[in-house]
C-alpha cells in the first residue's frame, strides 16, 4: 500500500515561530501536494511539486514556503507563523500513469498557533 | 482560473432518502473529476472517479456520479442513504496543471 506520512498529528506554536511540516511518501511518486483544509472553505491548496528541487504555488501560497530536496519528502514551512494559519494540513502525493493521475493523502497535521 | 462549486453547504437526510449532491467546475477543457469523502475524525477517501469513456460512474459504497459535459457538472448520487454515510464530500477537478476541490457539502443522515 500506498503511504504518506506526516511527522506530526498535532502541533501547537506560539505566533512568530518557525513551524516545519514533514511529508514523507514511501512509492517514488514525483508528484507532492500540500494543503490546508478548514471549515466552510474546503481544501485549498498552498503549493505543489513535480519533481525534486521544484516548487509551484498553488492557490494560497502567501506565509508559506515549501522544500524538496529529496523525492520523498516536501516539507510545508511556515516563517513566521500567524493565528490565521491555525488549520489542518494535508499533504498528498500522487502519480501518473496513462494520462490518469492518483493521489494519496496523508492523514493531516492539526495545527494551533497561539 | 479554474474553480468548483458545490450547491449545498450542509444536507440533512433521513435514512433510506435519495442524495444527489452538485458540483460544478469552470474549465472548458479536458479535465478529470472526482468525489472524495472524510468521515469524521478520518483520512480524505477517494469515492470515484471519472477520465474518460462512460460518463456515469460507480464508485465504493454504492455512490455514482455523472459528468454532464455540457453542463459542467459532476453530480454524486446514491439511491438510499444510511447513517454511516455521514460525513463530509468533496468534489474535485484536474485540468492537468491545477488540482481544484470544492468547499464541500457537510451530509448529516439521522437514523
Known amino acids: 500500500d500506498v503511504k504518506v506520512t506526516q511527522s506530526s498529528r498535532y502541533l501547537v506554536k506560539r505566533t512568530g515561530e518557525k513551524v516545519f511540516l514533514e511529508c514523507v511518501q514511501d512509492m517514488d511518486h514525483e508528484n507532492m501536494f500540500w494543503y490546508r483544509q478548514d471549515p466552510g472553505l474546503g481544501l485549498r491548496l498552498i503549493y505543489f511539486?513535480?519533481?525534486?528541487?521544484?516548487?509551484e504555488k498553488g492557490d494560497i501560497p502567501e506565509g508559506y514556503s515549501v522544500s524538496r530536496e529529496k523525492k520523498e519528502r516536501f516539507s510545508l514551512i511556515l516563517e513566521s507563523a500567524s493565528t490565521n494559519q491555525t488549520s489542518m494540513y494535508l499533504c498528498?502525493?500522487?502519480?501518473?500513469?496513462?494520462?490518469?493521475?492518483?493521489?494519496?493523502f496523508g492523514p493531516g497535521t492539526r495545527l494551533l498557533v497561539l | 482560473a479554474q474553480s468548483v462549486s458545490q450547491h449545498n453547504h450542509h444536507v440533512i437526510l433521513s435514512e433510506a432518502a435519495s442524495l444527489e449532491l452538485g458540483c460544478n467546475y469552470s474549465?472548458?477543457?479536458?479535465?478529470?473529476l472526482f468525489w472524495y469523502v472524510q468521515y469524521p475524525g478520518q483520512h480524505l477517501q477517494l469515492l470515484l472517479k471519472?477520465?474518460?469513456?462512460?460518463?456515469l460512474v460507480k464508485g465504493i459504497k454504492g455512490f455514482e456520479a455523472e459528468f454532464i459535459k455540457s453542463k459542467f457538472s459532476f453530480n454524486l448520487r446514491k439511491p438510499s442513504v444510511q447513517w454511516s454515510d455521514t460525513a463530509e464530500y468533496f468534489c474535485?477537478?484536474?485540468?492537468?496543471?491545477?488540482?481544484?476541490f470544492g468547499p464541500g457539502t457537510r451530509l448529516s443522515v439521522l437514523p
Open positions: 511539486s513535480y519533481d525534486v528541487k521544484m516548487k
Open positions: 498528498a502525493s500522487s502519480f501518473v500513469t496513462g494520462g490518469r493521475e492518483t493521489q494519496y
Open positions: 474535485a477537478v484536474n485540468d492537468g496543471q491545477n488540482f481544484v
Open positions: 474549465y472548458g477543457g479536458t479535465v478529470n
Open positions: 471519472y477520465f474518460s469513456g462512460d460518463p
